[in-house]
């Protein structure tokens, strides 16, 4: 080791200073502050973090005694991250829901030209909207006094849960099992109740569920 790398924060460091450090003897010690390069790989990365020097320098004598700076690694096969595509905007609240004896979820009081109030909330589609849920029926996935956000923008697949609009009026809230055979089969959110297949004819639209939403960003109209 050269003389001006035997010190560490402005103090000369010592032969047993070394010994203790890397957990050798004093002699071995005294070998390295000879000028002798010949340490272990782990023994050179404890003493070059302790002395603030180069661990290659220290195993092998090569190089400089200065650190070299630390470089993140390059990785190449990374996917951009994704664009943040919601924005936070005033959803309206249309209507309520809740389950019915017939096993079905009913949606009532629908009226987009008159809303109860309005969320503060993140969507994709500018005609998104929410509905106030009723009751104890929906527990544990919807709570009393929670609302449900839907983007009628979205596209539906299998497994999502959606609000079906059928052409007779009826609007329900259930999850989409299969389109198949012009036929659409949902599940019965009380298990009592068995599946319901609906013909696809008689269903005006399905539109996306996105989740229930916290009561605290609800804003009145008044």
Known sequence: MQEEQKRRNGKRVTKAELARVAGVSDTAAGNWLKGDHGMAAVTARALGAYLKVDPLWLETGEGSPIPRPMTAPVVDDLDDAPDIVRARQ??????????????????????????????????????????????ESMSPRYLPGEFVGVDPCGEVLPSDEVIVLLKDGRRMLKRLLWV???????????????????????????????????????????
């Open 90 to 135: 005033r959803i309206p609240i249309v209507g309520r829901v809740q389950a019915g004896d017939d096993g079905l979820l009913h949606i009532d009081d629908f009226n987009v030209a008159h809303p109860d109030g309005y969320l503060e909330w993140y969507a994709t589609c500018s005609d998104a909207y929410a509905l106030r849920v009723r009751g």
């Open 180 to 222: 198949r055979d012009d036929q659409a089969c949902f599940e019965s959110v009380n298990k009592d109740f068995p599946n319901i297949v609906i013909d696809c004819a008689d269903i005006e639209k399905m539109h996306l569920v996105l989740g229930h939403i916290p009561k605290i960003v609800f804003r009145s109209t008044h």
